[in-house]
């Protein structure tokens, strides 16, 4: 039963996503936003959203630890999961974007987000409007960097140009279909995770780790995996690591804010932390080695292996 609750519960979240992203952007060309700010902020928003749904009802329902697996789960699935089936389809080509900006961000915010959970073992109001200033900060250093360089943000798999003609009703009802399931979605999730937690005799962290953080990732893996078996070759890793900067800064920040997150299993901080850790370095020698700025099959496999691993010792150990 456990499972079948999960199971719509995720159902839920990728149809409420699904129609936030486009009320947003929507209302994003009525609020006449250029293409290139909602390609790197709305859309970027809007995908959190189930990340972002699902660790706010986890920290009001007293589930903290759902809370920080959630985000450090879903940021190690975006790595190993995502990126690693997505180059096992099809080769991945990275811009040098990725080790001049992007990379060294996400470090940034991924060390960065150990320190804050060491001091004291909580995230308090404090740090997670420091953690959204910091966002802020990125984003605009990242709207500059795009206008310097008249990057143009491939929008044709995110951001429908029709969307800009949609009505005001058809962007009303829209919001109000993605807030509802993203909202029932995110309880149901949650509610089976606990429950299926107790059922295996496993901590609520490894569920969190697990399986909610690849089903919040949902929406990153499925546009993901369509590129590529489209042979898309826009696929781009920064598109996944602005994913993990946001999911750091927005989820556990306005998380924080609403109710202070509480880091009640150590293993987040002397086990979890580490693991985001090594996936996101990793990334830098794999982006040279054997070629410059390809992510080949064998790296796919690689990452995919490392990501099972990590999966499969969390569930040994617990």
Same mark, same amino acid.
């Given at each position: 039963?456990?499972?079948?609750?999960?199971?719509?519960?995720?159902?839920?979240?990728?149809?409420?996503?699904?129609?936030?992203?486009?009320?947003?952007?929507?209302?994003?060309?009525?609020?006449?936003?250029?293409?290139?700010?909602?390609?790197?902020?709305?859309?970027?928003?809007?995908?959190?959203?189930?990340?972002?749904?699902?660790?706010?009802?986890?920290?009001?329902?007293?589930?903290?630890?759902? *809370? /920080? #697996?959630?985000?450090?789960?879903?940021?190690?699935?975006? !790595?190993?999961?995502? &990126?690693?089936?997505?180059?096992? @389809? +099809?080769?991945?080509?990275?811009?040098?974007?990725?080790?001049?900006?992007?990379?060294?961000?996400?470090?940034?915010?991924?060390?960065?987000?150990?320190?804050?959970?060491?001091?004291?073992?909580?995230?308090?109001?404090?740090?997670?409007?420091?953690?959204?200033?910091?966002?802020?900060?990125?984003?605009?250093?990242?709207?500059?960097?795009?206008?310097?360089?008249?990057?143009?943000?491939?929008?044709?798999?995110?951001?429908?140009?029709?969307?800009?003609?949609?009505?005001?009703?058809?962007?009303?009802?829209?919001?109000?279909?993605?807030?509802?399931?993203?909202?029932?979605?995110?309880?149901?999730?949650?509610?089976?995770?606990?429950?299926?937690?107790?059922?295996?005799?496993?901590?609520?962290?490894?569920?969190?780790?697990?399986?909610? *953080? /690849? #089903?919040?990732?949902?929406?990153?893996?499925?546009?993901? !995996?369509?590129?590529? &078996?489209?042979?898309?070759?826009? @696929? +781009?890793?920064?598109?996944?690591?602005?994913?993990?900067?946001?999911?750091?800064?927005?989820?556990?920040?306005?998380?924080?804010?609403?109710?202070?997150?509480?880091?009640?299993?150590?293993?987040?901080?002397?086990?979890?932390?580490?693991?985001?850790?090594?996936?996101?370095?990793?990334?830098?020698?794999?982006?040279?080695?054997?070629?410059?700025?390809?992510?080949?099959?064998?790296?796919?496999?690689?990452?995919?292996?490392?990501?099972?691993?990590?999966?499969?010792?969390?569930?040994?150990?617990?």
């Amino acid at each position: 039963m456990s499972i079948l609750i999960i199971l719509l519960g995720l159902m839920l979240l990728v149809v409420g996503g699904v129609y936030l992203v486009r009320s947003s952007v929507a209302l994003s060309f009525r609020l006449h936003i250029s293409k290139m700010v909602i390609g790197l902020t709305v859309v970027s928003f809007a995908t959190s959203a189930p990340e972002l749904l699902v660790s706010v009802q986890a920290a009001l329902d007293g589930f903290p630890d759902i *809370a /920080i #697996g959630n985000v450090i789960g879903s940021n190690i699935a975006n !790595i190993g999961l995502v &990126l690693g089936i997505t180059a096992i @389809i +099809s080769t991945l080509y990275i811009d040098k974007d990725f080790y001049k900006f992007n990379w060294p961000v996400m470090m940034l915010f991924s060390i960065s987000l150990y320190f804050i959970m060491q001091s004291g073992n909580i995230i308090d109001r404090g740090e997670g409007i420091g953690l959204l200033l910091a966002l802020c900060i990125y984003l605009w250093v990242l709207i500059a960097r795009a206008r310097r360089s008249r990057t143009q943000i491939a929008i044709d798999t995110e951001i429908n140009t029709a969307l800009s003609n949609t009505s005001n009703f058809k962007i009303t009802l829209w919001l109000i279909i993605g807030g509802v399931a993203l909202w029932g979605g995110s309880e149901l999730l949650i509610k089976g995770a606990v429950d299926l937690a107790e059922k295996m005799r496993v901590s609520q962290r490894v569920i969190a780790i697990s399986i909610v *953080a /690849i #089903g919040t990732s949902v929406p990153e893996f499925a546009t993901s !995996i369509i590129a590529a &078996l489209n042979k898309e070759k826009a @696929i +781009s890793l920064g598109n996944i690591i602005g994913s993990n900067i946001f999911n750091i800064a927005s989820v556990l920040g306005i998380t924080a804010i609403i109710k202070p997150i509480s880091v009640i299993s150590e293993k987040i901080l002397t086990n979890d932390i580490f693991w985001l850790w090594g996936f996101a370095f990793v990334l830098l020698p794999l982006a040279f080695l054997p070629k410059k700025f390809r992510l080949s099959r064998y790296i796919g496999i690689i990452l995919f292996v490392a990501y099972a691993t990590f999966i499969g010792l969390a569930f040994i150990k617990s």
